[in-house]
């Protein structure tokens, strides 16, 4: 069974560094790209970048090039969202995603990890 | 960019048939997606590539997709269909692009 199972809710301060996790299990890792989506408080699900664990080409939405950094680490089957210095605006769900292809759909969805920036 | 445009909310009576949205520049072109969302709860595929269903979607979720618009229709609308629905494309300039999600409220 394929699961993907992230890392818990974290409460930081403005300035703070953050790096979560997404571990994929039941399925060959390096095999499947890995994506990150951003859910603010109420509001709509939002596109930030993708990984292939298999050689690490790292694509990310316009949006979030330069604000965040994605990367994994095979040898434990996990893929990760860092921050250097978070922001108030960065509190939100993020929810790690496996596309079948390159370009298919999400069949599968971390079950999410909740990022509180306050000071 | 490429941008995708859904209603802010659909209400249907139970039992009657729901039809949710998505609209694009010749999205027609594109494989939509369309993704589920109950409220605490990660989003679910309930329709790929246009109209197929994953294993485990009801017969009652369908799909369609020509020219501009692209729609997911619940027929026999449930009180658990009541969520939100979002519409997905893969685009060569922004690569994932999301809908701005649709409340489907049962009333």
């Known amino acids: 069974e394929v699961q993907l199972v992230q890392s818990g809710a974290e409460v930081k301060k403005p300035g703070e560094s953050l790096k979560i996790s997404c571990k994929g299990s039941?399925?060959?890792?390096?095999?499947?790209?890995i994506g990150w989506v951003r859910q603010m408080p109420g509001k709509g699900l939002e596109w930030m970048g993708i990984?292939?664990?298999?050689?690490?080409?790292?694509r990310y939405s316009p949006s979030f090039q330069g604000q965040v950094t994605i990367s994994a680490d095979k040898s434990i089957s996990t893929a990760y969202l860092q921050w250097s210095s978070l922001k108030a605006s960065d509190t939100a769900m993020y929810y790690c995603?496996?596309?079948?292809?390159?370009?298919?759909?999400?069949?599968?969805w971390g079950q999410g990890t909740l990022v509180t920036v306050s000071s | 960019s490429y941008v995708l445009t859904q209603p802010p909310s659909v209400s249907v009576a139970p039992g009657k048939t729901a039809r949710i949205t998505c609209g694009g520049n010749?999205?027609?072109?594109?494989?939509v997606h369309w993704y589920q969302q109950k409220p605490g709860q990660a989003p679910v595929l309930v329709i790929y590539?246009?109209?197929d269903r994953p294993s485990g979607i009801p017969e009652r979720f369908s799909g369609s997709n020509s020219g501009n618009t692209a729609t997911l229709t619940i027929s026999r609308v449930e009180a658990g269909d009541e969520a939100d629905y979002y519409c997905?494309?893969?685009?060569?300039?922004?690569?994932?692009?999301f809908g701005g999600g649709t409340k489907l409220t049962v009333l």
């Open positions: 995603v496996r596309p079948e292809g390159a370009t298919d759909q999400f069949d599968y």
């Open positions: 039941g399925y060959s890792f390096t095999s499947y790209w």
């Open positions: 990984i292939y664990p298999g050689d690490s080409d790292t």
């Open positions: 010749n999205i027609g072109s594109k494989s």
């Open positions: 590539y246009d109209s």
């Open positions: 997905q494309v893969w685009d060569s300039s922004s690569l994932v692009v």
